[in-house]
């Protein structure tokens, strides 16, 4: 089993629609990352945290450190919404720099 | 300010080649990462450098793979007999400091044949 989960794997949307994409981890973590990657582009860093709640935008970021679980939320979603979005894990203590990433969630948004 | 930058965009090589990929890191981020991210997978940690040690390289696969950071700055991850499964894209990230946010760079796609 992976240390980090995220579901759904593919998501369809129209445009306007509301988002969610779910991320669950098994170990301890300093921190928590949602990242964007556009395909054959880079990865983007769309928020970084460690507890509550995080709003850029139309983005959305939550955490629940005691269950383990983030959501990564879009509201009025848009075409250019449409990209990987990547759940990554900081560890805790002495490796505080090691990032372990899920596989990504495909959003595509139509118009 | 100019962000991570990697060279090649993208490097088709045959197999039992050596390959050598540059990363450019931000200016004055002391912390530096290469990743390698398989299709349909996230992207995996190969090693980190901080200043020029490598501070864990626990993640490279086997002694083909060799990453180096002379000057602190510059990197050069370095494969050698180059095997189809290596074939990947080669993810770099830097940091001011190694609990702080990694910025990341555009990636190079490497494919063996």
């Known amino acids: 089993k992976n240390e980090v989960e995220q579901s759904p794997q593919n998501l369809t949307a129209q445009e306007g629609e509301f988002i969610t994409i779910n991320c669950s981890y098994s170990v301890g973590i300093s921190a928590l990352h949602w990242l964007q990657q556009h395909p054959g582009g880079g990865i983007v860093s769309l928020f970084m945290l460690s507890s509550g709640k995080k709003k850029h935008g139309r983005l959305i970021a939550t955490i629940n450190i005691q269950e383990k679980h983030s959501s990564l939320h879009i509201t009025a979603s848009h075409p250019r919404d449409s990209a990987v979005y990547i759940c990554?894990?900081?560890?805790?203590?002495?490796?505080?720099?090691?990032?372990?990433f899920g596989k990504g969630t495909l959003l595509t948004v139509n118009p | 300010g100019a962000g991570v930058s990697q060279t090649p965009s993208n490097k088709v090589t045959e197999k039992g080649k050596y390959v050598e990929l540059r990363c450019d890191p931000i200016?004055?981020?002391?912390?530096l990462y290469w990743y390698r991210q398989s299709l349909g997978q996230g992207p995996e940690f190969l090693i980190y450098?901080?200043?020029?040690?490598?501070?864990?390289d626990s993640g490279l696969p086997n002694d083909r793979f060799f990453a180096v950071r002379p000057e602190g700055s510059v990197s050069t991850l370095k494969i050698q007999r180059t095997e189809r499964g290596d074939s990947a894209v080669y993810l770099c990230?830097?940091?001011?400091?190694?609990?702080?946010?990694?910025?990341f760079g555009p990636g190079t796609r490497l494919t063996v044949t």
């Open positions: 450098f901080q200043g020029t040690g490598a501070a864990d």
């Open positions: 990230a830097s940091s001011r400091d190694p609990a702080e946010e990694q910025y």
């Open positions: 990554a894990v900081r560890n805790s203590g002495g490796s505080n720099y090691k990032l372990t």
């Open positions: 200016s004055g981020h002391t912390a």
